[in-house]
């Protein structure tokens, strides 16, 4: 090995460790700016906080560092989802793993119940993500562009599960009661989160738990009203059609 080889071994030795804390730095800054904007969303609102803001509460001193990792909003808003889809989707899996290999078919309160209890997650302290979603379906009117964020793999087998438990309604009408129900049940996460952390809970969490579940598993079996109507296109349909 000639000396200039060694040299320039020893050289790219010395630089590697260093490349490594940058990337380490970046990470730990694009992640220190992507939990503040999701606490500041979730207690302000989405389009009400400036992105300079976001910054300065995350302890930047550039003024333009939430655009030079995230580039906008939107791209923020995105990311924040699919941090938070990990965890999402480990539990959803795990619920839905559990309800397949039970001993006995699964329910449709034991569908709705992995549902709630995989959103319930991000019900700890350090998490802003409910009030967040929950501010987003306000603002932009529901949740499309957060769903594509979700792996479909995931997606797909929650809603063929939701298929063969409801098979008396049609995929157009159960997409549109999913939506409600992962809505109505976002809310009052959200709105439980907030009283809990207030002490102005009016039952026991767990008990309100449970109540939410069949609540909403209750809605999700309701006979339709009658003859029904042509229906968009909603994630549920999308989800079949794609897992077929």
């Not at 802003?128 to 995931?154: C, N, Q, W």
């Not at 996460?189 to 939410?212: C, M, N, T, V």
Request: aromatic share 6%; proline share 5%; net charge neutral.
């Amino acid at each position: 090995m000639s000396n200039a080889t060694k040299v320039a071994d020893r050289d790219l030795a010395r630089l590697a460790p260093g490349r490594d804390r940058t990337n380490v730095r970046g990470e730990a800054t694009r992640e220190q700016i992507l939990l503040t904007a999701e606490r500041l969303f979730a207690e302000r609102g989405i389009q009400a906080v400036p992105l300079r803001d976001i910054g300065l509460a995350a302890d930047q001193k550039n003024k333009f560092a939430v655009q030079y990792h995230f580039g906008n909003r939107d791209n923020l808003v995105r990311a924040i989802a699919e941090y938070r889809a990990r965890t999402l989707i480990d539990s959803y899996d795990q619920l839905i793993a559990d309800l397949v290999t039970a001993g006995s078919p699964p329910s449709v309160i034991d569908w709705v119940r992995a549902l709630v209890k995989a959103l319930a997650v991000n019900l700890a302290d350090e998490s802003h993500f409910l009030p967040f979603v929950s501010r987003y379906i306000i603002e932009r009117g529901g949740y499309a562009g957060l769903d594509e964020t979700m792996p479909k793999g995931s997606i797909s087998t929650l809603m063929v599960l939701a298929q063969r438990l409801l098979p008396d309604l049609t995929v157009e009408l159960l997409s549109e009661r999913w939506e409600i129900l992962f809505t109505s049940a976002v809310h009052a996460l959200a709105r439980y989160q907030i009283a809990h952390k207030s002490g102005q809970l009016r039952a026991p969490l767990d008990y309100l738990l449970e109540d939410l579940v069949r609540t909403l598993a209750a809605g999700l079996q309701v006979p339709p009203p009658g003859d029904e109507p042509e229906l968009g296109r909603g994630v549920l349909r999308s989800a079949i059609s794609n897992s077929r």
